[in-house]
């Protein structure tokens, strides 16, 4: 190709161009308003121009008449009460049931007990590497009262509560030699516990 073709062949390539470019400003101007006769613009007229509050308000007090659920659960929703049942529901209300108090739990442990000169009756509790020792109808740990003292077992009590609670006596596991005899164990029999006095 010649240097006087690719001039012509640029020549033809801007006149496209500029043809393109009018066409196109002449469609946008076009739709976006109306020109006067004499050249002027003027906006389009618009049919009520002005905020329908009215239909906003009535949009506000719709209210929804449809079965309401969970879209993330596939299980439908209980079937709304009758009115026979809201009826019942107020003559007979459902009174909440409390649950039950936790069992009582004593942080000591019973491993004997004793009888002194006078008749009373002191028991031996371990708590940690602290030894309480209580005489029957005496409070410990600032929360207890030992109400009565068994064969095998305490009664105690909680004083904020007044619930009771059996302490069974662990005897402690045999130490030296197995074939010692009950004389190696002074536990052996539960009811002479350590300090008993016969």
Same mark, same amino acid.
């Given at each position: 190709?010649?240097?006087?073709?690719?001039?012509?062949?640029?020549?033809?390539?801007? /006149? /496209?161009?500029?043809?393109?470019?009018?066409?196109?400003?002449?469609?946008?101007?076009?739709?976006?308003? /109306?020109?006067?006769?004499?050249?002027? $613009?003027?906006?389009?007229?618009?049919?009520?121009?002005?905020?329908?509050?009215?239909?906003?308000?009535?949009?506000?007090?719709?209210?929804?008449?449809?079965?309401?659920?969970?879209?993330?659960?596939?299980?439908?929703?209980?079937?709304?009460?009758?009115?026979?049942?809201?009826?019942?529901?107020?003559?007979?209300?459902?009174?909440?049931?409390?649950?039950?108090?936790?069992?009582?739990?004593?942080?000591?442990?019973?491993?004997?007990?004793?009888?002194?000169?006078?008749?009373?009756?002191?028991? $031996? $509790?371990?708590?940690?590497?602290?030894?309480?020792?209580?005489?029957?109808?005496?409070? $410990?740990?600032?929360?207890?009262?030992?109400?009565?003292?068994?064969?095998?077992?305490?009664?105690?009590?909680?004083?904020?509560?007044?619930?009771?609670?059996?302490?069974?006596?662990?005897?402690?596991?045999?130490?030296?030699?197995?074939?010692?005899?009950?004389?190696?164990?002074?536990?052996?029999?539960?009811?002479?516990?350590?300090?008993?006095?016969?």
């Amino acid at each position: 190709m010649t240097r006087r073709s690719q001039l012509y062949l640029l020549a033809a390539l801007a /006149v /496209v161009l500029v043809v393109v470019y009018f066409m196109n400003r002449n469609s946008v101007s076009s739709g976006s308003g /109306v020109l006067a006769a004499d050249g002027a $613009f003027q906006p389009l007229a618009v049919h009520e121009p002005q905020l329908r509050l009215d239909l906003l308000d009535n949009l506000t007090k719709l209210k929804y008449s449809g079965t309401h659920r969970d879209i993330f659960s596939a299980v439908p929703p209980p079937p709304e009460p009758t009115a026979a049942e809201i009826a019942a529901r107020k003559l007979y209300p459902t009174v909440p049931v409390k649950p039950p108090d936790p069992p009582l739990t004593i942080p000591a442990q019973l491993y004997g007990y004793a009888t002194s000169q006078s008749g009373g009756h002191v028991a $031996f $509790f371990t708590n940690g590497d602290d030894v309480l020792v209580v005489p029957e109808g005496d409070t $410990f740990l600032s929360r207890f009262r030992l109400t009565h003292i068994g064969v095998d077992s305490a009664d105690v009590m909680e004083i904020s509560t007044g619930r009771h609670a059996i302490v069974p006596m662990l005897l402690p596991a045999p130490t030296g030699d197995a074939g010692a005899g009950p004389a190696a164990n002074p536990m052996a029999n539960p009811g002479a516990g350590p300090g008993t006095q016969q």
